[in-house]
């Protein structure tokens, strides 16, 4: 399997935190909560384990498989297959595994799919067991793994006798689709289809689990009755509380309201849908299903047109973490969970793979920079769940929402171990193997080792990204060949230059990007400039929070106010439309960090009175933006994105 290392530069010292402090640091509240203790059932006193523990594991897992094959690490690698270890051993005779219904609920395992997570967590076993196997050739976790599998395709199908029941909480049917690429087993890809085209048919499989319920109850007297309800209530609640059972009862919030392949707008729970998403486009691929493509396209332009954030966030609803509708895009009560973003990517590089649309990188490129960039603190300790575009520390007390600093654990620990594993994968995003030769996504320092007709290709990239517009690609062949590099052309800057061996190259362009046609000699060097002019960025009209006001931008940075560097009531400035920014080096936020500055003027009131008829006074300030991945790491602090414009 070919694959691209990070070889240098601000993402490999990125990479390297990852491996050295985040890795630890999400490990150790994982051991420090229990969730390793309870797959021994050696919880401490008032410990309860959680049903979707063992996804929060299998992340992690994943992530260090990952890195153990770019860079091995024995300790690593033992730590992580001792984890994996406890797992498996929970495993029944029948192969169902799930150590928290082993451990009391055997009973009702498979009885309440919309919320209790046990395909989800099904699935994140199967791609940590996918990247066992990657790494050793042979791995009893993926025997594990597809002993389980072959359980639940005996349980779940269209056949009478069988659940005709579909994940909650989808992610079994992407590791499927992994599985099938991965081993050539044409059951993984069976019960991924399966789960996807039985989803929302009537009658709905959820409705029927409440159904069920009700026959359980029957016969129940009035106080019995009431506590079954009760318990069935708690169990339709997520980890955020009862406040959003009535999301759980609605079958958009799990995208089962509808066939996927009926589906033509976002709904529900963000992470779920994009996680859908992102294995149609797989079955699309593998099955050569037409309808799915379709429905995937519609699908993708209904988010990036109308409800994806202007940093790549994807959720608008802060209750049920959820798509609302069109154009709804509020900057203090944004949800934009980190795992939303990162499934976003997933969902653009699996679309990438079925036709050559610079788009699919361009969005990569803005969530991957941005959102996911954004969710960890500097220091590689501390995660955002959830990524706001305005924060004003007091509204969210009064809302009880996560403050405005990142926080080392979160009860619900979904995005931690999500994003030490695509950073552990980021060399998947930056080039891909094509028929015709060589794609290039990302502009990130990497190594791409091919072979065309027997002959051995390096393509080598070392970038200045994300803080100068320069990028080289060096090749080098072991024999004259000609073949194609494509080169994605950013849409922020579609006059992108190219000079190979320090000619001007005038390229043509094929699905946006720039096509590279030579006979190519060892020693080549493309050279690749970007204008990274700060520009101003505003919104459709329909968007009403951001009417007339503008977002900064640089390159692929979202940039930001902190009141850090201006003062309190960001809302009070206004940016002039002619606003020019001056360019300066602040190492104290981050080595080679750019800043920018510009003129604009503050409104206050001389009148002390709430309301009034006078005019608010203009008062010119200089103000001073920071990228948006590094707020939140000076204390807690107002913070805009969206700036009042003239």
């Known amino acids: 399997m070919a694959t691209t290392s990070v070889t240098s530069g601000f993402w490999r010292d990125r990479l390297d935190l990852n491996r050295s402090v985040s890795m630890p640091a999400v490990l150790k509240t994982f051991e420090d909560t229990g969730r390793v203790r309870a797959l021994t059932g050696d919880l401490r006193p008032g410990e309860a384990p959680h049903m979707f523990w063992e996804s929060d594991l299998a992340k992690w897992i994943e992530a260090a498989f990952i890195e153990v094959r770019q860079q091995p690490d024995a300790q690593l690698l033992q730590t992580a297959e001792e ?53 050793k050739g042979e791995s009893r976790f993926l025997e594990a793994m597809e002993r389980y599998m072959d359980f639940i395709a005996a349980e779940f199908g269209p056949e009478p006798e069988k659940r005709q029941g579909y994940p909650g909480h989808q992610e079994i049917e992407l590791a499927l689709t992994k599985a099938y690429e991965q081993t050539g087993k044409a059951k993984f ?29 029957a016969g129940l007297n009035v106080d019995d009755r009431r506590g079954r309800y009760a318990e069935h209530a708690a169990a339709h609640s997520d980890s955020h509380g009862d406040r959003r059972a009535r999301w759980n009862r609605d079958h958009s919030y799990a995208q089962a309201h509808a066939r996927p392949v009926d589906q033509a707008t976002a709904e529900g729970h963000s992470v779920r849908a994009l996680y859908m998403y992102s294995a149609m486009a797989d079955l699309a691929r593998l099955r050569d299903d037409p309808e799915m ?26 209750i049920g973490e959820r798509f609302s509708f069109d154009y709804d895009l509020p900057n203090d009560m944004a949800y934009a969970e980190t795992c939303a973003s990162i499934a976003l990517m997933f969902f653009a590089e699996r679309l990438s793979r079925i036709e050559r649309r610079s788009e699919y990188a361009d969005i990569i490129e803005r969530a991957l920079y941005n959102t996911v960039l954004a969710s960890t603190s500097r220091d590689g300790q501390a995660f955002f769940y959830d990524n706001y575009l305005e924060c004003q520390p007091e509204f969210l007390r009064f809302q009880r929402r996560r403050r405005g600093v990142r926080d080392e654990y979160h009860s619900c620990s979904c995005c931690p171990p999500n994003v030490l594993r695509i950073l552990a994968d980021l060399g998947r995003y930056i080039f891909a193997e094509v028929p015709a030769g060589l794609e290039v996504h990302q502009f990130i320092s990497g190594s791409r080792q ?66 590279i046609d030579r006979d190519w000699q060892d020693g080549d060097r493309v050279d690749l400039a970007f204008d990274f002019t700060p520009r101003v ?40 439309d002619s606003a020019t920014f001056e360019e300066q080096s602040d190492d104290t936020l981050a080595p080679g960090c750019i800043v920018l500055s510009a003129e604009a003027v503050a409104l206050t009131s001389e009148d002390a009175a709430l309301y009034t008829t006078a005019r608010p006074t203009q008062k010119p300030v200089t103000v001073r933006f920071i990228p948006y991945f590094l707020w939140a790491n000076r204390g807690e602090n107002e913070m805009l994105v969206w700036v009042n414009q003239a």
């Open 83 to 135: 984890i994996f270890d406890k797992i498996i051993a929970n495993q029944e005779s029948d192969g169902y595994l799930n150590s928290y219904f082993s451990a009391g609920e055997l009973e009702n395992r498979f009885t309440n799919l919309r919320v209790r997570h046990e395909l989800y967590c099904a699935g994140h076993l199967l791609e940590a067991a996918l990247a066992h196997a990657q790494l």
């Open 293 to 318: 493509l379709a429905a995937c396209r519609t699908l993708w332009r209904n988010i990036v047109d109308r409800r994806m954030y202007v940093h790549g966030g994807l959720g608008s609803a802060h």
């Open 537 to 576: 960025v505003r919104s459709n009209p329909m968007v009403r929070y951001d009417v007339r006001r503008a977002a900064v931008f640089r390159g692929p940075l979202l940039y930001c106010l902190e009141a850090q560097d201006n003062f309190d009531n960001l809302n009070s400035i206004v940016l002039p």
């Open 189 to 217: 890809l069976e019960l991924a289809h399966y789960f996807i085209d039985e989803r929302g048919r009537d009658p709905k499989y959820f409705a029927l689990e409440d159904d069920r319920l009700e026959e359980q109850i």
């Open 450 to 515: 091919l072979v065309r007709d027997g002959e051995s290709i390096t393509v080598t990239q070392t970038s200045d990204f994300p803080w100068k517009g320069k990028s080289r690609l060096d090749v080098h062949v072991s024999a004259g060949q000609r073949f194609t590099i494509f080169v994605r052309v950013p849409d922020w800057d579609p006059a992108m230059s190219i000079r190979v061996n320090g000619e001007r190259y005038d390229y043509s362009l094929d699905g946006g990007y720039a096509v």
